[in-house]
């Protein structure tokens, strides 16, 4: 099975090196890129195509909730996931198209999983599509 593309999407390099950490190690997951904001996220998704994009919800030029809209728009499979440090912006996040959210004090395992979830539905819907 092909490895899950997984784009990072976050204004703190900090935070982006956390998650790299945590996901390089995972024999079924690859990092294809990083962008530091809404706007670098929309263009490096049309780029790099991912699975599952890991959104950060405040972040300058444009905020995530926006970025999520337009790359909803763009690329209908690629599942979004919102990390967030606060639960205020998930209600806007989901009705912009994100398919899941964690806070960013979650459990190492639920992001993990929360990948796998999402990488599975994507790849479903694209069986389906091609229709096998």
């Not at 904001?37 to 959104?55: F, H, N, R, S, T």
């Amino acid at each position: 099975m092909d490895k899950i593309k997984v784009l990072l999407v976050d204004d703190n390099e900090v935070v982006r090196e956390g998650l790299r950490s945590i996901l390089e190690p995972q024999s079924d997951i690859e990092i294809v890129g990083q962008a530091v904001d809404g706007l670098d996220a929309i263009g490096k998704a049309q780029e790099l195509q991912p699975d599952v994009i890991l959104m950060d919800a405040q972040m300058p030029n444009m905020d995530g909730t926006e970025a999520t809209r337009r790359i909803r728009q763009l690329l209908p499979r690629t599942k979004i996931m919102f990390l967030t440090v606060y639960g205020d912006y998930v209600g806007g996040a989901l009705a912009a198209g994100a398919s899941w959210y964690l806070t960013k004090d979650c459990r190492r395992q639920d992001l993990l999983e929360g990948i796998r979830v999402l990488a599975q539905s994507s790849r479903a819907k694209e069986k389906n599509h091609a229709g096998l």
